[in-house]
């Protein structure tokens, strides 16, 4: 488990960027700012969550004053529903608040919906989702479950980096995160017991004021009753983590405020006890759109569903005014670090270091860190000279081959095969007209090397093939920004 850390930086070195790197390892950064003093404290929590995730400007609204004056250890929690096999970037605050709350020492909890995932949360929604199979919404629990699990590890990771040769308190207890599935407690219960139990607690007068209601009633389609009833499952939900684990806090986006204070309310009248919410901004963009979605598709969270090196392009596209921002809510470097990386990157705006910087510490957080160094390696050769690809070693290959999308192509087969051709094959090109046009254009490179020709195919003698054998690759490049690699077998 992560440790509850405190971090004060006693100094800062004169220029990150100086360095001519601000993102690599964590470690390295730390050392850079002249991180020289820390406080671990194992197992507790020594100040208010609230304001720690304040700092970070990671709070929207809160229930009660009460918490956040509270020093004791809480335990939190936040849901997912399981609508995909992967959760994706647009899900990364709700996830880093989670993350954020147990480095500060306190319990955490993500639910996943694999019994409300079927029924679907109607808030920020206009229509209704689809009914999913029990068997996708089982395969897409289990998904979610490994990406959670692997973000917390590397956290782990992350944090005991910064805090070396840390020594544990075997008398007192790590918290704790806990992954739970609500069909657990759903699945065999019956509809008229439960309504029976726990619908008399609720009157249709508050559900109808709920925002996330409001906004669909007005719309010519509706709302059914099995959206309706959303926010009865999801307060039953915190009664239920409530009971069993003693959760008192829950947390989500500002579109969860309703749903929040529904299971507040319910467990204040069955329990008579006070629990608490917290309701984090959602992310958009500049232009106002939902973060996470890049030209109509989710950025996922699973290597399988956006690359590693695709998720790393995603956050070098961030404007610089809100590298801040991301790099507050979605890294665990301290503020005082974001702020002098931040600060010198918009000395030199051309240089684009606040987007390596936050795009490296986020890959390094979803994939961890030999993905993460792999990506950054790939951004610098991929479109670099031939000379830079030749003197990749084994274990730069290695890296460079986990963290972008590889064709494999059989040598035998594409031999003295047009490379525009293959080019097309491979998807780099949209069809061998478009080869034929960037080629002419002078914008097809491979390896590095601006293919001249039109009929140049692929062979040994003009470097087309790099690498010792059984790692030999080509990198097909069009223009700037549209790349392949290929894994010759």
Same mark, same amino acid.
């Given at each position: 488990?992560?440790?509850?850390?405190?971090?004060? #930086?006693?100094?800062?070195?004169?220029?990150?960027?100086?360095?001519?790197?601000?993102?690599?390892? #964590?470690?390295?950064?730390? &050392?850079?700012?002249?991180?020289?003093?820390?406080? #671990?404290?194992?197992?507790?929590?020594?100040?208010?969550?609230?304001?720690?995730?304040?700092?970070?400007?990671?709070?929207?609204?809160?229930?009660?004053?009460?918490?956040?004056?509270?020093?004791?250890?809480?335990?939190?929690?936040?849901?997912?529903?399981?609508?995909?096999?992967?959760?994706?970037?647009?899900?990364?605050?709700?996830?880093?608040?989670?993350?954020?709350?147990?480095?500060?020492?306190?319990?955490?909890?993500?639910?996943?919906?694999?019994?409300?995932?079927? @029924?679907?949360?109607?808030?920020?929604?206009?229509?209704?989702?689809?009914?999913?199979?029990?068997?996708?919404?089982?395969?897409?629990?289990?998904?979610?479950?490994?990406?959670?699990?692997?973000?917390?590890?590397?956290?782990?990771?992350?944090?005991?980096?910064?805090?070396?040769?840390?020594?544990?308190?075997?008398?007192?207890?790590?918290?704790?995160?806990?992954?739970?599935?609500?069909?657990?407690?759903?699945?065999? &219960?019956?509809?008229?017991?439960?309504?029976?139990?726990?619908? &008399?607690?609720?009157?249709?007068?508050?559900?109808?004021?709920?925002?996330?209601?409001?906004?669909?009633? #007005?719309?010519?389609?509706?709302?059914?009753?099995?959206?309706?009833?959303?926010?009865?499952?999801?307060?039953?939900?915190?009664?239920?983590?409530?009971?069993?684990?003693?959760?008192?806090?829950?947390?989500?986006?500002?579109?969860?405020?309703?749903?929040?204070?529904?299971?507040?309310?319910?467990?204040?009248?069955?329990?008579?006890?006070?629990?608490?919410?917290?309701?984090?901004?959602?992310?958009?963009?500049?232009?106002?759109?939902?973060?996470?979605?890049?030209?109509?598709?989710?950025?996922?969270?699973?290597?399988?569903?956006?690359?590693?090196?695709?998720?790393?392009?995603?956050?070098?596209?961030?404007?610089?005014?809100? @590298?801040?921002?991301?790099?507050?809510?979605?890294?665990?470097?301290?503020?005082?670090?974001?702020?002098?990386?931040?600060?010198?990157?918009?000395?030199?705006?051309?240089?684009?270091?606040?987007?390596?910087?936050?795009?490296?510490?986020?890959? &390094?957080?979803?994939?961890?860190?030999?993905?993460?160094?792999?990506?950054?390696?790939?951004?610098?050769?991929?479109?670099?000279?031939?000379?830079?690809?030749?003197?990749?070693?084994?274990?730069?290959?290695?890296?460079?081959?986990?963290?972008?999308?590889?064709?494999?192509?059989?040598?035998?087969?594409?031999?003295?095969?047009?490379?525009?051709?293959?080019?097309?094959?491979?998807?780099?090109?949209?069809?061998?007209?478009?080869?034929?046009?960037?080629?002419?254009?002078?914008?097809?490179?491979?390896?590095?090397?601006?293919?001249?020709?039109?009929?140049?195919?692929?062979?040994?003698?003009?470097?087309?093939?790099?690498?010792?054998?059984?790692?030999?690759?080509?990198?097909?490049?069009?223009?700037?920004?549209?790349?392949?690699?290929?894994?010759?077998?």
């Amino acid at each position: 488990m992560l440790l509850a850390t405190s971090i004060s #930086v006693l100094r800062a070195a004169p220029s990150l960027l100086a360095t001519g790197s601000c993102y690599g390892h #964590v470690s390295s950064l730390v &050392r850079n700012c002249g991180l020289t003093s820390l406080t #671990v404290n194992q197992g507790r929590a020594t100040s208010s969550f609230v304001a720690f995730l304040k700092e970070r400007d990671m709070i929207q609204d809160v229930t009660s004053e009460a918490l956040q004056t509270s020093a004791q250890t809480h335990t939190v929690y936040c849901g997912f529903d399981p609508t995909a096999r992967s959760l994706h970037v647009g899900n990364l605050l709700a996830i880093m608040g989670l993350v954020h709350c147990h480095v500060v020492g306190h319990n955490t909890i993500a639910l996943i919906g694999g019994a409300t995932g079927r @029924i679907g949360d109607p808030s920020g929604r206009s229509s209704e989702r689809s009914l999913l199979p029990m068997e996708t919404v089982n395969e897409n629990v289990e998904g979610i479950s490994k990406v959670l699990n692997r973000i917390f590890s590397n956290a782990q990771e992350i944090i005991l980096e910064q805090v070396p040769g840390r020594v544990s308190h075997p008398q007192k207890n790590n918290p704790t995160f806990t992954i739970v599935n609500n069909n657990d407690w759903y699945a065999g &219960r019956s509809v008229i017991e439960f309504f029976a139990e726990i619908g &008399r607690h609720f009157r249709v007068g508050s559900m109808l004021a709920k925002e996330s209601v409001k906004s669909r009633l #007005v719309n010519h389609d509706g709302m059914s009753f099995t959206e309706f009833s959303y926010q009865v499952f999801q307060s039953f939900d915190f009664l239920h983590l409530n009971e069993k684990y003693n959760c008192d806090v829950q947390i989500g986006g500002s579109d969860q405020w309703g749903n929040i204070t529904a299971g507040i309310d319910l467990i204040h009248r069955v329990k008579n006890k006070s629990v608490f919410g917290i309701t984090m901004p959602l992310f958009t963009t500049a232009s106002g759109e939902k973060f996470g979605k890049s030209a109509g598709n989710a950025v996922w969270l699973d290597a399988s569903m956006t690359a590693p090196y695709d998720l790393y392009q995603f956050f070098m596209n961030v404007a610089d005014a809100e @590298i801040r921002k991301y790099a507050l809510a979605l890294t665990l470097l301290p503020v005082s670090i974001i702020n002098k990386v931040v600060e010198e990157g918009l000395l030199e705006p051309e240089q684009r270091m606040g987007q390596k910087f936050l795009a490296f510490q986020v890959v &390094r957080l979803i994939h961890g860190k030999n993905i993460a160094e792999g990506v950054e390696l790939a951004s610098r050769v991929l479109f670099g000279p031939e000379e830079e690809l030749k003197q990749l070693n084994s274990s730069q290959l290695e890296k460079l081959f986990c963290a972008v999308p590889i064709v494999k192509i059989e040598k035998e087969k594409y031999w003295n095969t047009p490379l525009r051709d293959i080019g097309a094959e491979v998807g780099l090109f949209s069809s061998k007209k478009d080869g034929r046009r960037t080629t002419e254009s002078g914008g097809f490179y491979v390896n590095g090397k601006k293919i001249a020709t039109m009929n140049e195919c692929l062979d040994t003698d003009n470097d087309h093939i790099l690498g010792p054998e059984g790692s030999a690759f080509s990198i097909l490049r069009k223009g700037k920004k549209h790349v392949r690699v290929l894994h010759l077998v």
